[in-house]
């Protein structure tokens, strides 16, 4: 009897969480089209600035895929997501070493996220580290994956993710930290604005600078920049630029 009761209790549970997923599930397939012009996240924000009565403008600008630098989107795959055109949406590997962490802190620290999980994230769910939001951020994903093409996945992206307060998406960034367009970041530049997005609005310089460098590291070591430049690229300070008679370029083959 208890069997039978344990086994109708969890169909039950399953099945409530199938419907539940089912009914509150967004219509990701419109994004092949249309490109979202707010986020759960931008409205979340909104919603802490007024409760402590800081005003701002949202500074965003939509970009094609075309018109972003191509250092940047290599400086944010080597730090958020080497993996993002090889995976189908979710890194199982990652995945379980973020459960295994969490399991021996006993917390949620620890997100294990692909960029398409922190898409879906970004676009419809909370920052939560609750287990039933990842659940649904996972099958948020999955369904990004089955519908966009990844470049699509990634344009989106890099056009919604926060870079700072009121700065959203990678044009919005360039130009407020380097006054510039998105397609014309440097390696330099891109490395910057991506050792952003882990904390883009309470990131110290130090931290900021630290990761930053380990990015160069990173570009250098898959031979996308020289050890020259990658040596005099992390001496530069913080949101400088490298002498303009000495450009930084990717390593040629």
Known sequence: MKRIFWSSLLATVLVSTGAYFYYTLPNVAELRQ???????LMELRDEEYKKKNIRGIRQQ?????????DHLKKAV????????????GIDVNEIKAALKKDWESMSFARGGSTIT????????????????RKLKEIVIAHQLEQALSKRRIFEIYLNVVEWGRNIYGIEAAARH??????AALD?????TLAALLP????????????????????????GYLSNDEYQRA????????????????????
Not at 61 to 69: K, M
């Open 34 to 40: 249309r490109n979202p012009k707010v986020t759960a």
């Open 61 to 69: 600008t939509w970009v094609g895929y075309g018109a972003i630098s």
């Open 77 to 88: 795959l080597v730090s958020e997501d080497a993996a993002f055109f090889g995976h189908k």
């Open 117 to 132: 999980m922190q898409l879906a994230k970004n676009l419809y769910l909370t920052p939560s580290k609750n287990p039933l």
């Open 177 to 182: 930290y380097f006054g510039k367009s998105a």
């Open 187 to 191: 390696p330099l530049e891109a490395a």
């Open 199 to 222: 904390s883009p609005r309470n990131s110290q310089d130090r931290s900021i600078m630290n990761r930053r460098n380990l990015i160069l590291s990173r570009l250098a070591s898959v």
């Open 234 to 253: 992390k001496q530069v300070p913080l949101y400088q630029k490298v002498e303009e008679e000495t450009p930084l370029l990717p390593a040629q083959e």
